[in-house]
Every structure is written in structure tokens, then in C-alpha cells.
């Protein structure tokens, strides 16, 4: 009787086995259609058109603004100064009166300078005004402070001295005659115009860079040691087919170049082609020569053969 029962229990564990094996099959048959080709083996893709128009072979490089001219005001006398009519990073005018200064003789005497002689008509005061408009970039000195001839008081930028320095690789520097007519595009958007004015003449030894300066025509405050970037046109075309980058196909070693060129509704071809220039987001297409209603693949077309079906997604 237990012999019996034991072949029972045999035969019911071999039959709940092969209904669950079944159960399995049929929900992994179920799956497959949910896979990323469709039925017929098509692959998904997205098409683009050719572009035609002007392309720029363009580097970007740093300018820096900056004075050229900085002019230093000096003490014309021993003394100690009684008005200090100067903050750093005021903007001051030619002739505007920036310090006075009591000579130390007149300190000592006080109000009897004038009494020894009554023809002298000066009174140990002395005023000194700003030589040139700029901003005022260094101060040295406050009320009171003792003051020696000849020692420097402040600093003045000449406003009419502002230009941007441009770090000119020396490799680029072929490119330049063509590009003496500048844009400058500064952190906040600001768009200038400048014209490339001369070179200085000497090139910094670690990066091989030459400076040039930047003339520009504004009448925009403009901070020292600010950064624009100014765009070389190394070459450019007009009339130019392109395609986006993403478009174009290569090789591991970059030595031959192809696009995924629709034939029909469903079926892409693999056609050779030679580049032009190349842009940050498209390539030049030298040949052949694509119409503006061609179809290529610009996503899903890597890997697929010479020949592939393909289903177009809108």
C-alpha cells in the first residue's frame, strides 16, 4: 500500500512539472514581439535632409580687456595730506582736484609762514589734480598720512587706452589678415565690434602665444581682466551641402566615411561619401552630390549592412 502511494505521488509531481515548463514557453512566446526590431526584422530609424548653405571653419579664442596706459600721481612736496578726494574704482576726470597736501614746514609753523614775508603768497598748501579721465585702480594713502616728493599717491587708468588683448596661437596667425574685422561676445551677451590694431612684440614662452591688441568702439563701462571670446574664421563656404554629424558613419581608424541612404519606403543603402569642412554639429558632403529631398538615416543606422530594412518612425 505504501508502495503504491509512493508511485502516486511520483506520477502527480512529474505531470505539475511538465505544466509548468509549458506555462513558461507560451509566456516567452508571448514576449518576443515586444523586442526592439518588428516582426518582419526591420530596424527603427529616424531620417534627415541635407542642408545647403553657408559653412564657417571657425576657432574661439580668449581676449582679455585691459589699460594700456596707466598713469601714476605723485606728491610734488614733503608734507602731510589734508584731503583725500579719491576712492578705489571712482571714475574721475581731467583737472578734478584729488589730494591736498600741507608741506611740512607749513605744519610746523602753522599761520606764521605768510608773516615772515608779506610778498610770498603761498601758504604751504599744495592741490593736486587728476592729469588724465580714468578709473582710479590703486590708493596708497588716507587723510593725515605723511607724504614724501615724489612718492606715488594713485593710480589712474587712461579711459581712451582700452583695448582687449587677444592670445593668438602662433600656428593661427596665416588666418589673421582676413580677420582684422572682429566680434567680441562678452560674458553677459554684449556683442562689440573691433578691429585688430597691432601685435606686441613678444610671444609667451610656454604656450606659443602672440598678443594683439583689440581696438573696440563703445561707450560701455568695461571692468579690466574681463574675458570675451572672439571667433577665427579660419575658412568658409557658401552653397555648401551638409549633413548633421550624427548623419555620418566611419571606420575605427577614421579612413572611410558613409551615411544609410533611404531607396524606398523601407530599405537603406550604404553610399561612400568624402568630407568637407566640419563644424561643431555638421560635415560637409563633397561627394556625391546629394538633392535636398534625399532621406538618410540620422539615428539608428549604426551597424546595419550595405543593404537593411529599416521602419521609419516620424
Given at each position: 500500500?505504501?508502495?503504491?502511494?509512493?508511485?502516486?505521488?511520483?506520477?502527480?509531481?512529474?505531470?505539475?512539472?511538465?505544466?509548468?515548463?509549458?506555462?513558461?514557453?507560451?509566456?516567452?512566446?508571448?514576449?518576443?514581439?515586444?523586442?526592439?526590431?518588428?516582426?518582419?526584422?526591420?530596424?527603427?530609424?529616424?531620417?534627415?535632409?541635407?542642408l545647403t548653405g553657408t559653412m564657417t571653419d571657425a576657432?574661439?579664442?580668449?581676449?582679455?580687456?585691459?589699460?594700456?596706459?596707466?598713469?601714476?600721481?605723485?606728491?610734488?612736496?614733503?608734507?602731510?595730506?589734508?584731503?583725500?578726494?579719491?576712492?578705489?574704482?571712482?571714475?574721475?576726470?581731467?583737472?578734478?582736484?584729488?589730494?591736498?597736501?600741507?608741506?611740512?614746514?607749513?605744519?610746523?609753523?602753522?599761520?606764521?609762514?605768510?608773516?615772515?614775508?608779506?610778498?610770498?603768497?603761498?601758504?604751504?598748501?599744495?592741490?593736486?589734480?587728476?592729469?588724465?579721465?580714468?578709473?582710479?585702480?590703486?590708493?596708497?594713502?588716507?587723510?593725515?598720512?605723511?607724504?614724501?616728493?615724489?612718492?606715488?599717491?594713485?593710480?589712474?587708468?587712461?579711459?581712451?587706452?582700452?583695448?582687449?588683448?587677444?592670445?593668438?596661437?602662433?600656428?593661427?596667425?596665416?588666418?589673421?589678415?582676413?580677420?582684422?574685422?572682429?566680434?567680441?561676445?562678452?560674458?553677459?551677451?554684449?556683442?562689440?565690434?573691433?578691429?585688430?590694431?597691432?601685435?606686441?612684440?613678444?610671444?609667451?614662452?610656454?604656450?606659443?602665444?602672440?598678443?594683439y591688441v583689440i581696438k573696440v568702439n563703445t561707450d560701455?563701462?568695461?571692468?579690466?581682466?574681463?574675458?570675451?571670446?572672439?571667433?577665427?574664421?579660419?575658412?568658409?563656404?557658401?552653397?555648401?551641402?551638409?549633413?548633421?554629424?550624427?548623419?555620418?558613419?566611419?571606420?575605427?581608424?577614421?579612413?572611410?566615411?558613409?551615411?544609410?541612404?533611404?531607396?524606398?519606403?523601407?530599405?537603406?543603402?550604404?553610399?561612400?561619401?568624402?568630407?568637407?569642412?566640419?563644424?561643431?554639429?555638421?560635415?560637409?558632403?563633397?561627394?556625391?552630390?546629394?538633392?535636398?529631398?534625399?532621406?538618410?538615416?540620422?539615428?539608428?543606422?549604426?551597424?546595419?549592412?550595405?543593404?537593411?530594412?529599416?521602419?521609419?518612425?516620424?
Open positions: 500500500m505504501s508502495a503504491l502511494k509512493k508511485i502516486m505521488a511520483f506520477v502527480l509531481l512529474a505531470a505539475m512539472f511538465t505544466a509548468c515548463k509549458s506555462k513558461a514557453e507560451e509566456d516567452k512566446k508571448e514576449a518576443a514581439p515586444k523586442e526592439e526590431k518588428t516582426e518582419s526584422g526591420a530596424t527603427p530609424v529616424t531620417l534627415t535632409e541635407p576657432v574661439e579664442l580668449n581676449a582679455v580687456s585691459s589699460f594700456l596706459l596707466k598713469t601714476n600721481v605723485k606728491s610734488s612736496a614733503n608734507g602731510y595730506l589734508q584731503l583725500v578726494n579719491a576712492e578705489m574704482g571712482r571714475y574721475v576726470t581731467k583737472g578734478q582736484e584729488l589730494f591736498i597736501v600741507k608741506t611740512k614746514e607749513a605744519q610746523s609753523l602753522g599761520n606764521t609762514i605768510t608773516s615772515l614775508d608779506t610778498s610770498l603768497h603761498f601758504d604751504g598748501v599744495i592741490h593736486i589734480k587728476s592729469p588724465g579721465t580714468g578709473y582710479i585702480t590703486q590708493l596708497n594713502y588716507r587723510t593725515g598720512d605723511y607724504v614724501q616728493d615724489g612718492e606715488q599717491l594713485v593710480t589712474i587708468t587712461d579711459t581712451k587706452s582700452f583695448v582687449f588683448i587677444l592670445n593668438l596661437p602662433y600656428e593661427l596667425k596665416p588666418y589673421l589678415p582676413a580677420n582684422r574685422e572682429l566680434q567680441l561676445k562678452l560674458a553677459d551677451g554684449t556683442m562689440l565690434n573691433g578691429h585688430v590694431d597691432m601685435a606686441l612684440p613678444t610671444v609667451d614662452a610656454v604656450s606659443q602665444t602672440q598678443n560701455k563701462q568695461i571692468p579690466e581682466n574681463l574675458i570675451a571670446k572672439v571667433s577665427l574664421v579660419k575658412n568658409a563656404k557658401s552653397n555648401t551641402i551638409s549633413l548633421l554629424k550624427s548623419a555620418v558613419l566611419t571606420d575605427e581608424i577614421q579612413s572611410q566615411f558613409w551615411i544609410m541612404k533611404m531607396i524606398d519606403s523601407t530599405t537603406a543603402v550604404k553610399v561612400p561619401v568624402t568630407k568637407g569642412l566640419e563644424t561643431a554639429d555638421k560635415v560637409e558632403i563633397l561627394s556625391p552630390v546629394l538633392k535636398a529631398n534625399d532621406k538618410i538615416l540620422l539615428t539608428g543606422n549604426y551597424g546595419l549592412p550595405d543593404t537593411a530594412k529599416v521602419t521609419v518612425i516620424k
